[in-house]
């Protein structure tokens, strides 16, 4: 984001910014990574998100 690699134009601190924002105010956090490793990363992620909630009993 900050070398402005994408198709808009937003600037690049303004969208991450804007990204921040997001996260605090939603709750949720932003990740980036090499597309080759994106399938690894969300399975893992649901993975450990699934069991930790089976665990407090929220599934």
């Known amino acids: 984001i900050l070398n402005g690699m994408y ?12 990204l921040k924002t997001f996260e605090v105010r939603y709750g ?7 597309p080759i490793t994106t399938g690894n990363y969300i399975y893992h992620h649901f993975l450990y998100m699934a069991r930790e909630l089976l665990r ?3 599934m």
């Open 28 to 34: 949720f956090s932003t990740v980036f990574i090499d």
């Open 7 to 18: 198709r808009s134009k937003y600037e690049p601190k303004s969208l991450l910014g804007s």
């Open 56 to 58: 407090k009993g929220c």
